[in-house]
Nanobody
């Protein structure tokens, strides 16, 4: 599977960005999709995930209420709407596809995912 992330860039504190991740190469609709991020000098961390059915989402506490994950299975695309951005959100953002199709629970560990996009840089600064 190939994942292509886009939409990163520079935003001011309090601003918004929308990330997209287009998937190809295997069935998209049967996989939970996740977003992770990695800041300089830090480990990659979970941000948000959406179940393959689209009926359930899960967020890291640090982004809850500010970020929204969604998916369009007809377009094989997952999105991450980021509002009220903070400097602490600065990182490279990665989309990922769950290694197990139709997993009942929402995967939040990096080891749960076996396909990763190339990353898109988000910088929040005034």
């Amino acid at each position: 599977v190939q994942l292509q992330a886009s939409g990163g860039g520079l935003a001011q504190p309090g601003g918004s960005l929308r990330l997209s991740c287009a998937a190809s190469g295997r069935t998209f609709s049967g996989r939970t999709m996740g977003w992770f991020r990695q800041a300089p000098g830090k480990e990659r961390e979970f941000v948000a995930a959406i179940r393959w059915s689209g009926d359930s989402t899960y967020y890291a506490d640090s982004v809850k209420g500010r970020f929204t994950i969604s998916r369009d299975n007809a377009k094989n695309t997952v999105y991450l709407q980021m509002n009220s951005l903070e400097p602490e959100d600065t990182a490279v953002y990665y989309c990922a596809s769950d290694s197990i199709p139709y997993r009942f629970t929402i995967a939040t560990m990096t080891t749960d995912y076996d396909a990763w996009g190339q990353g898109t840089l988000v910088t929040v600064s005034s």
